[in-house]
Nanobody, 113 residues
Framework: QVQLVESGGGLVQPGGSLRLSCAASGSIFNLYLMGWYRQAPGKQRELVASISAGGNTNYLNSVRGRFTVSRVNAKNTAYLQMNNLQPEDTAIYYC???????WGQGTQVTVSS
């Protein structure tokens, strides 16, 4: 498996922004679809955004226009830029690579005043 490490979570006020990073241990990460998931307390994990190796993106309806997924192959890293965060975005965010179904450990995002 490829090792994935998320970072960038934290506490932010409503309307604020955060950028999550997902750093992969190998360049094979760049050849596969990757996605950002989140899981809020008491809820199922859901796919928030994904980006293919070629850069095609998809978003959960509730985050479209606020979140942007990207990847930088030279750094074996993917990002999730989150703007205009709302309390309902509070969750643990995970990145996933479709290469051998690899997952990161998650990073907490809390949106609260």
């Amino acid at each position: 498996q490829v090792q994935l490490v998320e970072s960038g979570g934290g506490l932010v006020q409503p309307g604020g922004s955060l950028r999550l990073s997902c750093a992969a241990s190998g360049s094979i990460f760049n050849l596969y679809l990757m996605g950002w998931y989140r899981q809020a307390p008491g809820k199922q994990r859901e796919l928030v955004a994904s980006i293919s190796a070629g850069g095609n993106t998809n978003y959960l309806n509730s985050v479209r226009g606020r979140f942007t997924v990207s990847r930088v192959n030279a750094k074996n890293t993917a990002y999730l830029q989150m703007n205009n965060l709302q309390p309902e975005d509070t969750a643990i965010y995970y990145c996933r690579s479709w290469y051998q179904d690899s997952w990161g450990q998650g990073t907490q995002v809390t949106v609260s005043s």
